[in-house]
């Protein structure tokens, strides 16, 4: 899911936040409750950047978290877990497979995704085949989103911004190949490179693009947690992110994912079944 933003922001002043990306065509649905919706967060994302605990940053540093410290000692168990997900790279959803709307920045089978769990949502078909990695999510605060996402070679995803700002965004490095300078992720106007069981954490309402010049896949496990907020802002963004499950972007998303669910594990039992 995208929305627009406008100018960049400026290197001599702290980063601002815009609500819309140059060049990318806002999101339209006929729903007048998802316009009535859409309306309020704009307002709600003001909100949250006054009333935020931990700054306005584009990148944290990662010690503004203590928890994070935990989930980078853990990351051995969630690769190995990771690998055997990937014998079956080929079978994967891309993003927009799941999410139609990100066809505003992704038109390509170079973004592939395995999906945990979303705003109350999960894939507990999923979830059993990565249960070290679920353990080990459930030790972040305000858990909303968590995926593995595949970034295969030569991918360029163009700048975006997401789709609002009561979340961080967590990668852990899983999967990162060399060299260096041919894969990153710009976050205003931050490069941040991602390592192998190391987490990179940054705000996703800036706008920001990746891409992947090696010749070889980069995976890592993608996740969205509450940004910690002071009241009032932290009880209406728990509202809105509450009500995000029943607005058609997160319903549709869910219902793409338990059509690729039935196919992916459907050939998977017909794999088993087959005679010698």
């Known amino acids: 899911m995208t929305q ?52 306005n940053p584009p990148v944290y540093d990662k010690a503004t978290f203590p928890w994070v410290a935990g989930i980078e000692e853990q990351w051995h168990l969630i690769r190995s877990e990771l690998d055997k997900v990937m014998v079956r790279q080929s079978e994967l959803p891309t993003f927009q497979d799941i999410s139609t709307d990100v066809k505003s920045i992704s038109q390509d089978t170079g973004w592939k995704t395995f ?55 967590l990668h852990l490095g899983l999967i990162v190949p060399g060299p260096r ?18 987490a990179l954490i940054f705000d996703d309402a800036y706008e920001h693009e990746a891409w992947n010049h090696t010749d070889k896949t980069r995976v890592v496990l993608f996740v969205d947690f509450v940004k910690p907020l002071r009241f009032p802002a932290n009880l209406i963004n728990w509202l ?37």
């Open 181 to 198: 300078d041919k894969l990153a992720i710009r976050v205003s106007d931050q490069v941040c490179h991602w390592e192998e069981g190391q």
């Open 4 to 55: 627009q933003v406008t100018t960049p922001p400026s290197p001599r002043t702290e980063p601002a936040q815009n609500f819309g990306t140059e060049g990318i065509a806002a999101m339209q649905r006929p729903s007048l409750i998802t316009r009535a919706l859409m309306a309020v967060v704009s307002r709600v994302e003001r909100l949250n950047l006054r009333f935020s605990k931990v700054g």
């Open 240 to 276: 809105l992110l509450n009500i995000a499950v029943f607005t058609p972007f997160i319903r549709e998303g869910a219902d793409n994912h338990k059509e690729w669910e039935k196919r992916f594990y459907a050939e998977a039992e017909a794999l088993r079944n087959r005679p010698n």
């Open 115 to 169: 999906f945990l769990a979303g705003y109350g949502l999960t894939s507990d078909r999923n979830i059993a085949q990565c249960p070290q990695t679920w353990r080990v999510l459930q030790t972040i605060p305000g858990l909303k989103t968590a995926m593995f996402s595949i970034f295969e070679p030569g991918k360029h995803l163009a700048p975006h911004r997401g789709p609002y700002n009561g979340v961080l965004r």
